[in-house]
């Protein structure tokens, strides 16, 4: 097939989080089963770097329709390995910038201008390069506009651009709402503002866009797919989603294996396997003394990295403080965003610096460390898509500590539910909730035989793309 993946995010030119592995790892594996693929993403600053896209050759100029003017930029190509092409969409005013969506705290105020723009140089580069493309899967809002942008392309040019569209949700909490005058720049229908097209409480919402107007719908794990359809998980869009609950299916993010591998993460101190744990011990001893923690430390240690923001449950870590500061063990978190939960993990690092640790940085090399040297893994999330780092983390042989959500139930077993197959603990998303789960891993680990079959249950799963990616080219092909 010749398949098209349109998205904000791709590892490793551009990641702020699991969107860039997915989009990476899926391309990748179709790339690798023989179907011709080609992505399209922003021409970041850090994509235009990475060494991959020197010398990427220049495609095509841009001369893009937003509302009544046009706006240059060009598209560049390279290909990093066979069956796999990169176009990066590129225009510097918008995309040469240090953040992908915002500085620190803040989104970008042009944001909806950059990605309309991203999602109009793709149709231009779908029609102009003559892609013929079988199936457009595009990812989040980011992406959201172009099933609809690429149909009304068709219409006008009397042209066939893609047989089939797939959009897929990875987190419905971020919608791309915008104020109702941003409809000018879509150069659409005037049909199309309105409750059954784009209009949303008197604005704009592109994920709506992509929801109601591909022909397939898929989000990251079945549990969420479910979940959205509810108004405690569905953030506005659950009667929407319910419209096309015939067409949503949820398919599991899987682990790209050439990069998440205790047997052959080069950037360990020491690999290791389930069959021959030592270099474990030494990854350990390496992330204690990286954070100052003390490297002959033999009791539990409790990783975590992620994106600080609600849905992560950094809040219930923090309302378990205490529990940290008082048990014998430790503590290492990686993780930057939210302001306020810099400040209160650094504040409760403050108090016990021998004890707990944080980092504030985003730091690919350091969140294989934690994967590696931790015992247990805290993912206490308030919903979560699919996740990925629980599935690292069983890998990697840290079990995971888990809110019983979306992604994080599909792909965890809870080891009190089922202990000849667990592989992790599960609570309910709160602050009390996690509390006992901390205290179901402390036990664990003081019961070393079942902590060890824990552990080895979940180095023995296969998260492989290999599996994942079957289940997209299955939903392409019934498309199709
Ligand atoms: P999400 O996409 O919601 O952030 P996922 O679990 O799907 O959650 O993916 C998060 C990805 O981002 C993982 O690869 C994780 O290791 C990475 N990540 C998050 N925060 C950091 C950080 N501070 N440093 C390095 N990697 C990080
Ligand atoms: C989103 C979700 C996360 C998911 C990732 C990749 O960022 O928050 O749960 O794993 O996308 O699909």
């Known amino acids: 097939m010749k398949i098209v993946q349109v998205g904000s995010e791709m590892f490793p030119y551009i ?3 699991g969107l860039a592995d997915a989009v990476g790892a899926l391309s990748t594996a179709l790339a690798d089963n023989g179907h011709e693929v080609t992505v399209f993403i922003p021409g970041y600053r850090s994509a235009l770097e990475h060494k991959d896209a020197i010398g990427a050759e220049r495609k095509l100029r841009l001369k893009v ?6 706006l240059s930029g060009e598209v560049r190509v390279f290909t990093p390995r066979k069956n796999l092409r990169v176009f990066l969409i590129c225009r510097d005013e918008f995309f040469d910038r240090r953040g992908a969506y915002g500085n620190g705290d803040r989104d970008y105020e042009d944001n909806s201008d950059r990605f309309i723009f991203f999602c109009k140089g793709v ?3 779908l029609r102009l390069g003559d892609l013929q493309a079988d199936v457009v899967h595009c990812h989040d809002w980011q992406a959201a506009l172009l099933p609809l942008l690429l149909r009304q392309a068709e219409r006008r040019h009397h042209v066939t651009l893609a047989l089939k569209t797939i959009f897929t ?3 419905i909490a971020f919608q791309g709402v915008f104020p109702a005058k941003t409809f000018a720049r879509t150069n659409l229908p005037d049909d199309l503002m309105h409750i059954d097209g784009i209009e949303y409480y008197s604005q704009i919402n592109l994920m709506k866009g992509g929801i109601l107007f591909s022909d397939r719908v898929t989000t990251v794990s079945p549990r969420y797919a479910r ?3 509810t108004p405690e998980f569905g953030c506005g869009l659950d009667g929407v989603i319910q419209t096309r609950a015939d067409d949503i299916v949820g398919l599991l993010n899987g682990v790209d294996t050439a990069v998440w591998n205790p047997a052959t993460d080069a950037v360990l101190p020491s690999r290791y396997s389930s069959v021959s744990m030592g270099g474990k011990a030494i990854c350990r001893a390496e992330l204690l003394k990286k954070f100052g923690l ?3 430390f033999k009791g539990p240690i409790f990783g975590m990295v992620c994106r600080l923001t609600e849905q992560k449950g950094v809040d219930f870590i923090l309302a378990n403080g205490d529990f940290f500061l008082s048990n014998e063990l430790r503590l290492v978190v990686l993780g930057s965003g939210d302001k306020r939960m810099e400040d209160e993990l650094r504040q409760l690092a403050a108090k016990a610096p021998d004890r707990v640790a944080f980092s504030a940085q985003h730091d690919e090399a350091l969140s294989h460390l934690v994967e590696a040297g931790s015992d247990f893994f805290l993912m206490p999330s308030v919903f979560e898509p699919c996740g990925l780092n629980q ?6 042989g840290a079990i995971p500590v888990v809110s019983r959500v979306g992604g994080l139930a599909d792909t965890v077993v809870d080891v009190t539910d089922n202990p000849s197959t667990g592989t992790g603990i599960m609570c309910p998303p709160s602050a009390a909730g996690l509390r006992a789960a901390l205290n179901r891993a402390l036990a664990l680990f003081a019961d070393t035989p079942r902590y060890t079959a824990t ?5 023995g799963k296969d998260f492989s793309w290999k599996v994942a990616a079957r289940g997209y080219e299955s939903l392409y092909q019934d498309a199709l």
């Open 15 to 17: 990641k702020t989080g």
């Open 65 to 70: 329709e937003m509302g009544d003017e046009f």
């Open 123 to 125: 149709v231009e580069m």
């Open 169 to 171: 949700i990875h987190n």
């Open 227 to 229: 979940e959205i359809q």
């Open 294 to 296: 003390g490297a002959e």
């Open 391 to 396: 599935m690292y983390s069983q890998v990697y």
């Open 455 to 459: 552990q080895q249950h979940g180095m």
